[in-house]
């Protein structure tokens, strides 16, 4: 048995491996936006200028979106298909980077940036959601956290090549 397209709408015990690695993959990207937050804050320090007191107010636009759509999660969830609005959530996500990237209005970084928080917000709660019906919870949590941490190394393994070789930075052999 596999998982129902609204969540929420049917009890349902989830074991299906497809729907469990598609549940740690968008809460994953979920996650991403968030431990790839420090080096989003510096690179739009250095861009805009920032000093502590806007940059706080930068993490809080996202912490914002992403929390205001994870305290209604159980109100929009069970009345959404789970698949639409994870493909909606990823479209918002990459548009409001790509504003984020042609932008030089930090006012228009900060809306992105709770944009951002929204999307992430519902591709995490999506996954988490699905996640509690599995029939090993604990199992489906664990495997869900080892993937979150592979691609947070694997993203701060890419990061620090890219920042090295543009910046000729050298960071010890």
């Known amino acids: 048995m596999s998982i129902s397209p609204n969540i929420e709408q049917a009890h349902y ?15 994953g990207v979920g996650a991403l936006v968030f431990n790839a937050f420090p080096l989003f804050l510096s690179v739009t320090a250095n861009q805009f200028g920032l000093n502590d007191t806007q940059l706080g107010l930068l993490g809080t636009t ?17 009345r959404i298909e ?16 790509l504003v984020e990237i042609l932008t030089d209005k930090v006012f228009v970084v900060y809306l992105a940036m709770a944009v951002v928080g929204v999307g992430a917000s519902i591709l995490y709660t999506i996954g988490l959601t699905i996640l509690t019906r599995a029939v090993d919870t604990e199992r489906a949590f664990g495997i869900k956290l080892m993937y979150e941490m592979a691609i947070a190394g694997l993203l701060m393994y890419v990061m620090l090549k890219v920042t090295k070789s543009l910046e000729g930075l050298d960071y010890g052999k």
Do not use: E, N, Q
């Not at 992403?66 to 159980?74: D, G, I, K, R």
């Open 13 to 27: 015990v989830l074991t299906d491996r497809a729907v469990l690695v598609a549940a740690c993959m968008i809460s």
């Open 82 to 97: 789970w698949r639409s609005i994870a493909v909606v959530a990823g479209v918002l996500i990459l548009s409001a980077l």
């Open 62 to 78: 996202y912490l914002g979106g992403f929390a205001v759509v994870a305290l209604f999660a159980p109100i929009w969830m069970p």
